[in-house]
């Protein structure tokens, strides 16, 4: 792998007289390979999506089932009399708005040392670690009898499951260039946004139960994710260079076709250079913003959404659960289409993520002008399927932002600790008190979806801005970024 050339010296007074140049591409692979190279290239990274990102998925879809199914809690056995509400002390609005919030405070503190801990204890262990906590606070949910101990015990598992889903980004990006992350990181997506819809299934039938739900939903869906921490625990594989399922010829074939500027196994967990040059670059306020107002305004209904269908009066609680189904399945379907898209290069991602926000954006006026319910929950699907889509096909831009593996991880882990705002702020928009036309709450998710298109939009100049600057006359970020992430590998001895 080449490294980065320096053309011309530093002034007296700093780096303005510095003409600097890097001369690889956005990749070390050679600018003419052969098919057969490519061919080989891709028959490596079909032998690590199997291992590693079928897994990852498969887990995700547990994990967002533990996540999602409070909001199924909320109505199921109402009619009943005897709704987790009651159970837990007759909790108003606001209180069961706190229930769903509290969750995502530490998920939003801890995520970034969370996602730098990941490469400090290896994945195997630190995953392992979060998927066997998780499981078992969730199950402890069960037994908590009031309004104190729901929080508490949704305190804990936000906790618990901080740095999942940025630990997993990062854990790939070790594996593959941002480049080739689109797609894959698609059907992880939407994998977890698929439990909607089993979610959905599962409280239909312990709505039934009567007397067992509520609570007792917590106890069947903690079990699964202790035993996907312990198979995590012995087979996850880490990184390619201690990788048993790869020989060495693969594995070399693996590392060549990784960026220098990409995350490196043996590299230091922490580089303070990588460090200051990501609070430098103007992109990190850029996307943390496009997160933030994305998060609320598009993801804020998706935290209620049980609830939001519930009021529509279309028909009883326990059939409203299986109303979400549809909403999931829609938006995971075309999660896939557009990441297949953005793979083939028949759309950018920065196209696609501006529609959709501007088709969320008309299904939000649209409920708050008609008062039929049956066309209100097909809006409500729609802006709930645009939402889902819109964080999974920016997220290669945003690794392929970032250079190193210090700058790596805290980019992935500050970036996604923004986007925990759905939870903080999204039930507090969406209380119940607000149903059943909620038109406060979608006036407050139009302006935020406004405001995420104007981050959008001004990311996409200064990412674009950036790429087309010719090698010698990169700036002084990439370059700082750069040479920290080469001063990785040479440590590591890969240059």
Request: charged share 15%; aromatic share 12%.
């Amino acid at each position: 792998m080449s490294s980065p050339v320096l053309h011309g010296k530093l002034d007296d007074g700093g780096h303005k007289g510095m003409d600097v140049g890097v001369s690889s591409t956005a990749s070390d692979t050679p600018s003419t390979v052969s098919q057969e190279q490519l061919d080989r290239v891709k028959a490596v990274r079909r032998k690590v999506d199997v291992k590693i990102l079928l897994w990852y998925s498969f887990v995700y879809l547990v994990m967002r089932i533990n996540v999602s199914n409070i909001s199924n809690t909320a109505i199921m056995n109402l009619e009943q009399g005897h709704g987790i509400k009651k159970q837990l002390g007759k909790l108003s609005s606001a209180q069961w708005a706190w229930v769903l919030s509290i969750f995502y405070y530490p998920y939003m503190v801890f995520e970034p040392a969370s996602t730098l801990l990941l490469k400090r204890f290896r994945p195997r262990v630190w995953m392992s670690r979060i998927m066997i906590t998780w499981g078992i606070i969730s199950i402890c949910q069960a037994a908590t009898q009031n309004y104190g101990g729901i929080l508490a015990a949704r305190f804990f598992l936000g906790l618990a499951e901080a740095g999942f889903y940025p630990g997993v980004l990062y854990h790939l990006s070790f594996w593959y260039p941002a480049d080739k992350m689109p797609l894959r990181i698609a059907f992880f997506y939407a994998c977890g946004q698929f439990s909607g819809t089993i979610s959905g299934l599962l409280a239909y039938a312990i709505s039934f139960l009567d007397g067992a739900g509520g609570l007792s939903v917590f106890i069947i869906e903690g079990i699964p994710a202790v035993l996907c921490g312990i198979y995590t625990l012995f087979f996850l594989p880490n990184y390619p260079e201690d990788s048993k399922f790869l020989d060495a010829e693969e594995t070399q074939v693996l590392l060549d076709d990784l960026p220098k500027t990409q995350p490196s196994s043996t590299a230091k967990t922490w580089n303070l250079s990588q460090a200051k040059a990501l609070f430098q670059d103007p992109t990190y306020i850029t996307f943390t913003l496009i997160w933030v107002f994305h998060s609320i305004g598009g993801w804020g209904v998706s935290t209620v959404l049980p609830t939001v269908i519930a009021d529509l009066g279309l028909t009883g609680t326990a059939v409203a659960q299986l109303m979400t189904m549809p909403t999931y399945a829609f938006g995971c379907t075309c999660l896939v289409g557009i990441g297949w898209l953005i793979h083939t290069k028949k759309v950018t991602p920065w196209v696609a993520a501006i529609t959709l926000e501007v088709i969320a954006m008309v299904c939000y006026i649209i409920l708050i002008s008609v008062k039929n319910t049956i066309v209100k929950y097909i809006f409500v699907t729609l802006a709930t399927a645009c939402s889902i889509c819109i964080y999974p096909i920016l997220w290669p831009e945003r690794i392929r932002a970032a250079r190193g593996t210090t700058t790596a991880g805290l980019a992935i882990g500050l970036t996604n600790a923004a986007a925990q705002f759905s939870g903080i702020v999204g039930p507090q928009v969406y209380q119940s008190k607000f149903g059943p036309t909620y038109r406060i709450s979608y006036s407050v998710s139009l302006a935020l979806l406004a405001a995420a298109i104007a981050s959008i939009v001004a990311t996409w100049i200064l990412v674009k801005k950036r790429d087309a600057q010719p090698s010698q006359h990169a700036s002084l970020q990439d370059v700082l970024s750069s040479v920290g992430a080469t001063e990785d590998k040479v440590q590591a001895g890969h240059i």
